[in-house]
DNA sequence: GCAGACGTCA
């Protein structure tokens, strides 16, 4: 009997077969006696996703066998319930497996709590576990995993006196492993594969080379993950001379290589790729996809969208998203109605990413109809989302939105807050940014470093000297988080701007990261406002050998010259703009849509749709007060649009002027 | 027991 039932199991390949078996036979009353047919049925049910079910089974169950613990354990770790996994182990009243401490070493690791892991040590001597290797390999890749936290570290270099004891336990899980790892007398391809990918994941590619290079047999996760460690930090010039010397290759490694170069805007040699490989997927698809959307060529995305064989929901959201990215919403709404025919279900993710393409540039209208849909309303529920529409109604300039859709949500996390502080401090709503830090503290929820930069920025608006100082400190000080140049350029225009250059200057030396052009260039700009000539030229030396290319510093630095009626140094700067070959500066944005507007009123345009101008003719609208111009999508562009419309710019004028 | 590739708010 058993054995056709176990049989019957085996043929379940949905989750509803699974259940209507299951109650058919606790109907008939058949199973309670045997332990491998309920260990078939949780272990169904897990793989199913359904641990809730397995969990019932599991305890129904009165005598629980280690194999029972097992499947119910590894159940929750295949399906990412680290924290359930682990307490069920607590609960354990029989002597584990070795698997079963290997999946609990695996959620250990994925949850970083490396104290945890390291208390697993006695116990695995206990069961005589310490020269298993599956234990071993499991314990390294724990270990390995626990070697990025840094919120150890924070805790640590917080402390007034560290003693040995804190010393000792700072070794980070990495080092842990590594020592592991030099003791083992047999490693195997696990136990290397692992090391080497906990360097990658630190970023420490010349470890990881070292210990790859002494690697005695590599096997195709070795080489991939090397792979894929080089094109993360995006040097494909190593990738591919590892992938020319790989003995073999599957997808995932061309899929790497494709990745790699569409990341670095190398399309021709991605689809080089791409069209040589010999078996393609959905990914290979939907990267190449992915990669001609974001350089806006949609023309070939979609081409290839569709030729493509099979789509996933991400090739979906990647080409609906593209449309919307590049402004043009009404194709992007299209796309949605023929995605909605598909009837794929659709997921939080899709929803994310659909909104956080339209809100880039403001389309509203997609995100309301595929929200109001009622498969999209189900995610309203999902705080991500929501806080993703609060985003998106803040960049659509509809603050009130905004904040309604903020004060519906009840349960408003760290990043609810942020993205409302962020929103109301680009509106220079300062009172209110700061208003809604100040509760943030109050109830007790933790800013992270994008929170203050909300606040600071809204100092910023605001001209709040004394709050951004304050802020500032607080942020490093008290919640210890290492500031960006972000922080650092909008502390630098908060001080400079209301006159405390000195302090600016000081705080820019004091910097732990090399500073960027944005923050010299906060500094230059409030030497300018307030005509101090020294720290400008100090400001400007340093613009000049990060970024020699940009002619707005040099016209900066001549303009302050000449308010002093420094001659000779307007004219030393005029050639060292002919000598470094500058060419005026045409990268800002607006510029390059305000040439783009030329094309259409001087060529051809006839490849161009209503929705594109409509987009590039509204942006313009905002940046630049285009006179006269009402948005309607049936004005002919030629009619509307003049040329001389587009110098409003006083960066202009001084372009014009110098050159 | 190890790895990798596509869409995610501030």
């Known amino acids: 009997m058993n054995q056709t039932v176990y049989h019957l199991l085996h043929t379940c390949k949905t989750l509803k077969r699974l259940k209507s078996l299951h109650a058919l036979l606790l109907v008939s009353g058949s199973i309670d006696s045997s332990d491998l047919v309920l260990n078939k049925i949780i272990r169904l049910y897990s793989r199913f996703g359904a641990t809730d079910y397995a969990r019932n089974v599991f305890d129904e169950i009165t005598e629980r066998n280690p194999f029972l613990w097992n499947s119910m354990i590894h159940g929750y770790v295949e399906n990412s319930q680290h924290t359930e996994a682990f307490s069920l182990f607590r609960d354990m009243d029989v002597t584990p497996l070795n698997f079963t401490v290997s999946s609990i070493l695996k959620a250990l690791g994925r949850l970083k709590w490396l104290r945890v892991g390291e208390g697993m040590f006695g116990l695995i001597w206990k069961c005589g576990f310490c020269f298993d290797l599956l234990v071993q390999n499991s314990l390294i890749d724990c270990f390995m995993r626990c070697g990025e936290v840094d919120c150890a570290r924070r805790v640590f270099d917080g402390l007034e006196e560290k003693d040995v004891v804190s010393w000792n336990s700072m070794l980070s899980g990495l080092e842990i492993a590594r020592e592991l790892f030099d003791s083992m007398h047999e490693k195997n391809v696990v136990s290397w594969t692992s090391v080497i990918c906990g360097y990658v994941r630190k970023g420490d590619m010349v470890e990881a080379r070292n210990l790859f290079e002494a690697m005695p047999t590599k096997d195709m996760a070795a080489w991939n993950v090397m792979i894929s460690g080089y094109t993360d930090v995006g040097d494909m010039h190593t990738a591919s001379s590892l992938f020319e010397a790989m003995p073999f290759r599957d997808t995932g490694t061309w899929n790497l290589m494709i990745s790699g170069y569409c990341k670095v805007g190398e399309l021709e040699r991605a689809r080089k790729y791409f069209e040589q490989m010999p078996c393609t997927n959905v990914v290979s698809w939907t990267m190449m996809i992915d990669g001609y959307v974001k350089s806006g060529n949609l023309h070939e995305a979609r081409y290839l969208f569709d030729e493509m064989p099979e789509k996933n929901l991400i090739t979906w959201s990647t080409m609906i998203g593209g449309y919307a990215k590049n402004g043009k919403p009404s194709a992007a709404l299209e796309l949605f109605k023929s995605f909605k025919k598909q009837g794929l279900e659709l997921d939080e993710t899709f929803i994310l990413s659909i909104i956080s393409a339209c809100s880039q540039l403001g389309i509203v209208d997609t995100v309301e109809s595929v929200m109001s849909d009622d498969v999209g309303s189900r995610y309203f529920s999902d705080t991500r989302v929501v806080n993703s529409l609060i985003d998106l109604y803040a960049k659509c300039g509809n603050i009130e939105k905004a904040s309604q859709v903020f004060e519906m949500e009840d349960k408003k996390d760290f990043c609810c807050y942020s993205t409302m502080i962020v929103a109301f401090a680009n509106h220079g709503l300062v009172e209110k940014a700061v208003y809604l830090f100040e509760d943030m503290q109050r109830k007790n929820i933790e800013p992270d470093e994008v929170?203050?930069?909300?606040?600071?920025?809204?100092?910023?608006?605001?001209?709040?000297?004394?709050?951004?100082?304050?802020?500032?400190?607080?942020?490093?000080?008290?919640?210890?988080?290492?500031?960006?140049?972000?922080?650092?350029?909008?502390?630098?225009?908060?001080?400079?701007?209301?006159?405390?250059?000195?302090?600016?200057?000081?705080?820019?030396?004091?910097?732990?990261?090399?500073?960027?052009?944005?923050?010299?260039?906060?500094?230059?700009?409030?030497?300018?406002?307030?005509?101090?000539?020294?720290?400008?030229?100090?400001?400007?030396?340093?613009?000049?050998?990060?970024?020699?290319?940009?002619?707005?510093?040099?016209?900066?630095?001549?303009?302050?010259?000449?308010?002093?009626?420094?001659?000779?140094?307007?004219?030393?700067?005029?050639?060292?703009?002919?000598?470094?070959?500058?060419?005026?500066?045409?990268?800002?944005?607006?510029?390059?849509?305000?040439?783009?507007?030329?094309?259409?009123?001087?060529?051809?345009?006839?490849?161009?749709?209503?929705?594109?101008?409509?987009?590039?003719?509204?942006?313009?609208?905002?940046?630049?007060?285009?006179?006269?111009?009402?948005?309607?999508?049936?004005?002919?562009?030629?009619?509307?649009?003049?040329?001389?419309?587009?110098?409003?710019?006083?960066?202009?004028?001084?372009?014009?002027?110098?050159?």
């Open 451 to 659: 929170t203050f930069l909300g606040v600071l920025s809204a100092c910023n608006h605001g001209g709040l000297v004394n709050e951004g100082r304050r802020y500032f400190k607080q942020m490093t000080e008290e919640f210890k988080i290492q500031p960006t140049e972000k922080h650092y350029a909008c502390m630098v225009d908060i001080l400079g701007r209301s006159g405390f250059l000195e302090e600016a200057h000081e705080m820019i030396l004091s910097m732990h990261v090399a500073p960027t052009s944005a923050v010299w260039g906060a500094m230059l700009a409030a030497s300018n406002v307030h005509r101090n000539v020294q720290m400008a030229e100090i400001a400007a030396s340093e613009l000049f050998k990060i970024e020699p290319e940009n002619s707005g510093n040099y016209i900066l630095l001549s303009n302050i010259y000449a308010a002093e009626g420094r001659w000779h140094d307007v004219a030393r700067v005029r050639s060292l703009i002919r000598e470094h070959h500058v060419k005026k500066n045409r990268g800002s944005s607006w510029i390059e849509l305000a040439s783009a507007v030329h094309e259409f009123v001087m060529g051809d345009f006839s490849h161009v749709d209503a929705d594109r101008i409509c987009f590039i003719l509204s942006l313009l609208n905002e940046d630049m007060k285009l006179s006269g111009y009402t948005k309607n999508k049936d004005l002919h562009p030629i009619s509307t649009l003049n040329p001389s419309y587009l110098s409003l710019s006083s960066d202009t004028e001084m372009d014009e002027e110098l050159f």
